[in-house]
């Protein structure tokens, strides 16, 4: 038999599990860490054959240019386990390739897809005890690169890690989101790195949204960088509303993530039978429906709460409701793309894969 990359894959394991102090029924999202990472370093123009070891901190130097210059991108995904024990990933493929389109743009060098997963399929293999089976609970996963590279010259670092790390997560249970459109910051613009998981995106986000939390809302809308007419996404995911029965979303550009629960959710739909609509949607259409009665749903799509239902959106210091429905559009499809997800329902998308 031929040598795979999994098996160079190195493992050492940890002497001290934590999972035994880990209550597996209280599941906070992402704040308990499983035994093991995976971590592959880029050196000399190369990356090298992954590693598997026991979670643990690492060391930087100061001049490391992640700090100063914020070369660092991202992706998240979930591992999912059914009453049997079977182990699910959904559409990892995909993660893996938007990861390497998230780096062309931080003019980070391309990570070799059999790393990525042969290194996750051994990594969740290692750990397969810390991936959850209770119904919303799931192993999320997070994998990342960053420039280790030192100087303080503004140029691309030369060396790079690239790591994945888990967390047991109970379900993401958002609640009620009230939301604010924004009208003066904007989350990206075009040319920008809006497309990219990048972390920066992140922190450019924080100030607006804590502007609006001070409102008492939980989350923005980001319009369009331009005109700020158009909405875009919801904080941190895709955005879709129901005006009447059509289900609409904003058309990828490179303003926004090309959200892989997103594509997902109009492939169902469009399987469902629902209108569907990628569109750019204005935000006097949204408060034109609003005021009519057509507007009857408002979602975010994304990887970490799969659908988050919005209860409220304010523009301009009035706050518009939506209204309170059965059998929702968002419930529908979040049911049937965590069907799929968890091994619960067939998948006729070919989506799901046994790890
Ligand atoms: C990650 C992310 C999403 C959702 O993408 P998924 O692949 O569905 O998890 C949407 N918008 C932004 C800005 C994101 O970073």
Known sequence: MTETIKDLIEVTKT????????????????????????????????????????????????????????????????AYKDAQGDVFLFRPEDNCKRLNISSKRMAIPELPEAYFMEGLKKLLEVDRDWIPSKEGSSLYIRPFIFATGKGFHASPATSYKFIIATAPSGAYFAGKVKVLIEETYSRSANGGVGFAKAGGNYAGQFYPTQLAVKKGYNQVIWTDDTSHEYIEEAGAMNIFVRINDTLMTAPVSDRILDGITRKSIIQIAKDEGFKVEERKISVNELVEAAKNGSLKEMFGAGTAAVVSPISTFGFRDKDYDLPELENTYASKLKKRITDIQTNNASDPFGWRIKV
């Open 15 to 78: 002497k001290t599990s934590k999972i035994k102090n880990v209550d597996f029924d209280n599941l906070s999202f992402g704040s308990t860490f499983s035994d093991h990472m995976l971590v592959c370093d880029y050196e000399n123009g190369e990356w090298s054959v992954p590693k598997i070891m026991p979670y643990q901190a690492i060391s930087l130097e100061p001049s490391s240019k992640i700090f100063h210059y914020g070369q660092s991108v991202f992706e998240g995904l979930k």
